[in-house]
Structures are given as C-alpha cells and as structure tokens.
C-alpha cells in the first residue's frame, strides 16, 4: 500500500471504489462528489489521501478532511472544528491498518488547522449528517478509534406520491408564499442573516453564487417583508442539494425539500407546517412524485404530511483539543 495526495486526476476511480462499496444505498455520481469532494474550498489538501495498491496502483482507500478556508463571506461557520467527510476503504483490503493510517494523517492535519473537536460528516458540501445507521460495523471502528455517539439519530424522509393525489399551497389572509426570483437574493440573505445565520445562510450565499434565479426558495411575505422560506431542489437546479443527492433511487421525478424556517418573531400561527405544504405543491406543480426531506430529527412532524424515515444517521465527533 502507498498514499498518494488528494488529485481530481483520480475522480473517476475513486467513484468507482465508493459505488463498488456503497452504489446500492448511495450511489455517487462523477459530477457530485467534484462538487463535494473537489470544488469545496474547504477540503484540507494536507488532511485528504489516497492509498493505492502498492503493485497496480489501484485505488483501495481514501479519506477526504476538511477544515473552514472560505474567505470573504459574511458567514462561517465550525469555528475549532474539522470534518472527516468520508473515509472509505475497500472491504478486500479491510483489518491491514489502512483506514487507521488514513484516519491519523486526516487528524493530524486538521488538529494542526486549529480543529478541537471532529465531527464524522456535517461538513459544508457534505454526504452524511454522520454514519449510516446500517453500518454498525462502521460505527464500532469509529469508536475504537475514540469517537463517540451523540443522540437522537438523523434522518432523511421520503414521501411518495401517486397520479392525482391532490396539493395546494396554503392561503392566509395576511400573508402569502411565492417562488423567490433573483432579484429576491439581497431580502432573502437578509432574512437568512438575521434568522438562521449558519450554515443555511451559507448555502443560499453558494446558491446565487452558482446561478440561482430564485425557483429553488419559497418565500412566506407579509407586509411586503419575507418572514419564512423553504428550499426546494429537482433535477434542474444549478447544483446538487442534499436532498436530492440519491437521485437514482428516488425516480425519474424527484426533488427535495429542506431547510425550512420562520422568523421567530412570526411562529405559532400555523406558518411552520404551511411553509413545507406550500414546498410540496411547488415541486408537485412541477411533476415531482418522490420527495426527500434530509437531515432532521423532526420525524413526528413530517408524519402529519406523510413523510416516513428512509435513511438514518449516527452522529459521532471527537475532542483532539
């Protein structure tokens, strides 16, 4: 075995290692893991590694670090964090240390970043929200290598929907939900900044970054002023969102919904529930039959629309302080 330094030039067999590994629950696609695992600012090059069979130089493991990097943004987020976003090794070659050495050189790195605590997954540009729950073998290694478990479990939800099933977007008499269009993005970051400041405002910043024109957000108004959102993702949207990262399982006409809120100052008047109906029938509108909602513990409340748990995550981090 020999490690190599984290290089797109090695896309492709990587992609290959994670669907012959994981391709049946998580199957990746080229285009998302450049998106993730690439063209983040925030991947640690020093903390991220490839090995390879030392004969072939075929691909067998990996593990990709990252670290805050981003400059010039109104918003960070994971300050004296690091994020392990994915360490994967070939189950022939599993019980040989590769993972452990792996593993070290990614630690090494991001405590030499700063980092005091890691957190397997939740990661900008992340694929998990921590380990698949029907991974304990995976979650057992962790633990070994001293991570430990954080309650409740994640979730993401699926809903399925059948040909004519009916759908509408909620009506109140003071305010109203509309598509969010571009020239929404100074109100709709303003919103984001004083409400949920944090990783949902970074990720509506890297939405207008990457050519969003405003379909990808529901906006609740009232009085002229956005007071709730709901983000929604399909097949064409300027990028892949989490939600519809596992496109291939979900169908042809998918999408996703998430995140969602309203400014505190305007809950308990029925707008919380409404802003996810209101999600639903603007991806309905458009055709979507299956929809996720990913990374929440509020499984009991989706219920109330249908939504039932799909995929589970353990949530595991480690203090190198």
Same mark, same amino acid.
């Given at each position: 075995?020999?490690?190599?330094?984290?290089?797109?030039? @090695?896309?492709?067999?990587?992609?290959?290692?994670?669907?012959?590994?994981?391709?049946?629950?998580? +199957?990746?696609?080229?285009?998302?893991?450049?998106?993730?695992?690439?063209?983040? &600012?925030?991947?640690? &090059?020093?903390?991220?590694?490839?090995?390879?069979?030392?004969?072939?130089?075929?691909?067998?493991?990996?593990?990709? &670090?990252?670290?805050?990097?981003?400059?010039?943004?109104?918003?960070?987020?994971?300050?004296?964090?690091?994020?392990?976003?994915?360490?994967?090794?070939?189950? !022939?070659?599993?019980?040989?240390?590769?993972?452990?050495?792996?593993?070290?050189?990614?630690?090494?790195?991001?405590?030499?970043?700063?980092?005091?605590?890691?957190?397997?997954?939740?990661?900008?540009?992340?694929?998990?929200?921590?380990?698949?729950?029907?991974?304990?073998? %995976?979650?057992?290694?962790?633990?070994?290598?001293?991570?430990?478990?954080?309650? +409740?479990?994640?979730?993401?939800?699926?809903?399925?929907?059948?040909? $004519?099933?009916?759908?509408?977007?909620?009506?109140? &008499?003071?305010?109203?939900?509309?598509?969010?269009?571009? *020239?929404?993005?100074?109100?709709?970051?303003?919103?984001?900044?004083?409400?949920?400041?944090?990783?949902?405002?970074?990720?509506?910043?890297? @939405?207008?970054?990457?050519?969003?024109?405003?379909?990808?957000?529901?906006?609740?108004?009232?009085?002229?002023?956005?007071?709730?959102?709901?983000?929604?993702?399909? *097949?064409?949207?300027?990028?892949?969102?989490?939600?519809?990262?596992?496109?291939?399982?979900? $169908?042809?006409?998918?999408?996703?919904?998430?995140?969602?809120?309203?400014?505190?100052?305007?809950?308990?008047? $029925?707008?919380?529930?409404? %802003?996810?109906?209101?999600?639903?029938?603007?991806?309905?509108?458009?055709?979507?039959?299956?929809?996720?909602?990913?990374?929440?513990?509020?499984?009991?409340?989706?219920?109330?629309?249908? @939504?039932? !748990?799909?995929?589970?995550?353990?949530?595991?981090?480690?203090? %190198?302080?």
């Amino acid at each position: 075995m020999k490690m190599v330094a984290w290089d797109r030039a @090695y896309l492709g067999a990587l992609c290959q290692l994670w669907n012959q590994e994981l391709g049946e629950r998580f +199957p990746m696609r080229e285009e998302l893991f450049a998106q993730n695992s690439f063209d983040d &600012a925030n991947v640690l &090059a020093e903390g991220s590694w490839i090995a390879l069979d030392a004969d072939t130089d075929r691909v067998i493991g990996f593990v990709v &670090a990252k670290s805050w990097q981003e400059q010039g943004l109104s918003v960070r987020f994971g300050k004296g964090i690091g994020w392990i976003q994915v360490l994967l090794v070939a189950q !022939s070659e599993r019980g040989k240390g590769i993972g452990r050495e792996l593993l070290a050189r990614a630690e090494r790195a991001l405590i030499a970043h700063g980092a005091q605590k890691i957190w397997l997954g939740r990661d900008p540009y992340h694929y998990f929200p921590g380990i698949p729950e029907e991974s304990p073998e %995976v979650k057992s290694w962790f633990e070994h290598q001293g991570y430990t478990l954080t309650e +409740p479990l994640e979730n993401d939800l699926l809903c399925r929907y059948e040909e $004519g099933q009916p759908f509408a977007v909620p009506m109140f &008499a003071d305010a109203r939900f509309r598509l969010a269009e571009r *020239a929404d993005e100074k109100a709709l970051l303003r919103f984001l900044h004083r409400c949920f400041p944090g990783r949902w405002e970074y990720e509506a910043i890297h @939405y207008f970054r990457r050519g969003g024109m405003g379909r990808e957000f529901v906006v609740l108004e009232k009085e002229g002023e956005i007071i709730g959102f709901c983000r929604i993702n399909d *097949a064409h949207s300027p990028f892949i969102a989490q939600n519809v990262y596992w496109a291939e399982l979900m $169908g042809e006409r998918y999408g996703g919904i998430g995140p969602l809120g309203v400014d505190p100052a305007h809950r308990q008047q $029925g707008y919380g529930l409404a %802003v996810v109906q209101a999600g639903i029938a603007f991806l309905r509108e458009r055709g979507v039959n299956r929809i996720v909602i990913d990374w929440t513990t509020l499984v009991s409340f989706y219920e109330k629309l249908g @939504y039932c !748990s799909w995929k589970q995550y353990a949530k595991y981090s480690k203090d %190198v302080n």
